[in-house]
């Protein structure tokens, strides 16, 4: 694994864990790209006792930009790999004992709800709860009906 992946994978765990209060279990943190380089979308929760709770991710620390830090992952992995756009949704994942997990894909729904023009009749065509399941980690199940991705009706 290329050094500054390693190194970016431990700042973006240590901005999370200082954002995270003193108890918890476990935590995620789930990032979508909008817009490469100006726009991405982070949340996250911790788990204590069974129950979930928010946290804020982004913290009050401007020099501790979590978003920046997702774009130059998002920049070091498509150089190292010499991919056009290696992914677009990232879950992190960490455990109280320290175990961390990175999990990224590349979802075409997303791509393409991304790009809708909020004006347009497909996006109106679309319920929240389609949406909901697009921005999702999970995104849409593969059965699906993409109606948008099929001939005129």
Known sequence: MNR???KLYQEIGEVIYLATPTEWEKISVYACIIELDRSISIGGFYTLEGKSYFI???GDDPSKDLASLFFELYHEMASANSQVMPWNKCL???DYEGNFDFQFKFDNDYDWSIHLDICSDEYHKLDIETIKRIKSWEGLPEDFDRYWQSPAR
Do not use: H
Request: no cysteine.
């Open 4 to 6: 500054n992946i390693e």
């Open 56 to 58: 804020n991710v982004l």
């Open 92 to 94: 992190f994942e960490l």
